[in-house]
């Protein structure tokens, strides 16, 4: 099938790359020269693990192109999904206005029958929007489908060739036709493909993401509760995860959710609800909570040192909102890390991917506090604690003989649950996790 993706983000590469490698013709769209000369050449400008070589081939074998002209894009597609940023506006609910644009510019080409899919996470009604924006332009026959998408950073190339399901909204028997046929090599396996209409299916991407924030949420504060009444909460996460109403996934406690996806859709669930006079009570409790458990680690260490935290040197581990990710937006770590220098520490960091992209998220003046440095060992000179704020695979086995010869002290505060209890009391290493006790 022929298909222009317009919009080259992170969304917008993993679909364009994927329906690539399927057999498909892609060409993909963005206003920006710089960013198309980039691709052209083969570079993907964000770190995710397996899109490079799969995007290498399709431009070597001339599956996927790369254009700033809609026009052409248009004439030359059947599907066209829309890959668009839509940022949270001053008012918690996504802006749609690059969504309008775009759909306005479509309305004006379109010659022949297309179908648009809305593929960026939007609020419930803006499939009805895009189309009324279109019709209002044209009398070519069209069709708006939502099409959510369920990928996980890190995981996206996986998680887009291999979905659990594929969510299609639509009223338009045709559209289902040519979407399903499309993601037919996907679900070989049989996950479903699953049709309902187009509010349903925007409002089953927020849902998806509110419940799973709130679940983490939920095992958070049972942590907080397990620390207070002598419980682990990894053994209660196994205890109720073997229910398979509950399920063993995405119920590790820790220091708050991050990224790009769930602090903004559950922001704008909530703001959604009270749109429509409802108090979502819930989620209004998930954001104060989450925002609570990124400094909840600070509160540790403030006890640990009577208050006296000024002057003392923090190594920190991992900057990302998770591993395998140079995205840091909302990450825990800038939370932490500003809170540590407000108190008038000195912070050393050490991130496998996100020394380019930190910066700007915690400030320009917290950043240029921090002594940014290349690799773990160094994170642990001289410094009075290690904090571990993202789980990357490389923090899980340390040489810890040699840790504890680096460390002014050997305490370390582990916002990732990464250590054995035992192993930390045998190693006469002061250890505090989230959810257990403390150790020596
Ligand atoms: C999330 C969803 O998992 C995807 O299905 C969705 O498509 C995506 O948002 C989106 O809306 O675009 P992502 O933000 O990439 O994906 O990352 P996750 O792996 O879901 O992790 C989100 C946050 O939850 C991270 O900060 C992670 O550390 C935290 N988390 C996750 C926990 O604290 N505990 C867990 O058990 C799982």
Redesign the pocket.
């Known amino acids: 099938m022929k298909i222009a993706v317009i919009g080259t983000g992170y969304?917008g590469l993993v679909t364009g790359t994927c329906f690539a490698d399927s057999g498909n013709h892609v060409i993909c769209v963005d206003n920006n020269p710089d960013k198309l000369d980039l691709l052209r050449q083969g570079e993907v400008p964000i770190y995710e693990p397996g899109l490079e070589t799969l995007f290498k081939r399709a431009i070597r074998e001339k599956r996927i192109t790369f254009t700033d002209d809609l026009s052409e894009a248009v004439k030359q597609s059947d599907i066209l999904f829309l890959c668009l940023p839509t940022p949270p506006g001053a008012d918690g609910q996504a802006d749609l206005s690059a969504v309008v644009k775009v759909a306005e510019q479509i309305g004006d080409l379109i010659d022949d029958y297309k179908v648009i899919v809305n593929k960026s996470?939007v609020p419930v009604g803006t499939a009805d929007k895009v189309r009324l924006t279109i019709e209002s332009r044209t009398s070519v026959p069209f069709d708006v489908v939502s099409n959510?998408?369920?990928?996980?950073?890190?995981?996206?190339v996986n998680?887009f060739q291999k979905p659990e399901r594929v969510v299609i909204g639509t009223s338009s028997d045709r559209a289902a036709e040519l979407m399903k046929e499309l993601y037919d090599p996907f679900v070989r396996s049989g996950n479903p493909i699953i049709i309902m209409d187009e509010r349903s299916s925007e409002m089953t991407?927020y849902a998806?993401?509110g419940f799973?924030?709130t679940?983490?949420t939920f095992?958070?504060e049972i942590a907080n509760i397990c620390e207070r009444v002598g419980a682990n909460v990894d053994h209660v996460r196994r205890g109720i995860g073997t229910d398979s109403r509950i399920g063993k996934?995405?119920?590790?406690?820790?220091?708050?959710?991050?990224?790009?996806?769930?602090p903004k859709?559950v922001q704008a669930l909530h703001y959604t609800a009270k749109e429509n006079d409802y108090n979502f009570r819930i989620l209004d409790a998930v954001q104060k909570v989450n925002d609570s458990q990124k400094l909840s680690i600070v509160e540790k260490i403030k006890k640990f040192y009577n208050g006296q935290v000024k002057g003392r040197t923090f190594g920190v581990w991992g900057l990302t909102?998770?591993p395998e990710?140079d995205?840091v937006r909302?990450?825990?770590a800038i939370y932490i890390i500003q809170a540590l220098i407000g108190l008038g520490a000195h912070v050393k960091a050490y991130d496998p991917e996100a020394r380019k992209t930190f910066p700007a998220a915690v400030g320009e003046e917290i950043s240029s506090q921090i002594d940014y440095v290349e690799d773990q060992t160094s994170a642990l000179q001289d410094v009075d604690a290690l904090i571990i704020s993202?789980?990357w695979n490389e923090f899980r086995r340390p040489d810890f003989d040699n840790f504890i010869k680096l460390m002014k002290e050997p305490v370390i505060f582990d916002g990732r649950n990464l250590y054995d209890l035992e192993r930390m009391e045998e190693l006469n290493i002061t250890y505090f996790s989230v959810g257990r006790r403390g150790v020596n």
């Open positions: 969304v996470t959510p998408e369920f990928l996980r950073e890190g995981a996206a998680d991407k998806a993401n799973l924030a679940k983490i095992m958070n996934r995405f119920l590790f406690a820790g220091i708050g959710f991050g990224g790009s996806c769930f859709d909102f998770k990710t995205d909302e990450a825990p993202t789980e």
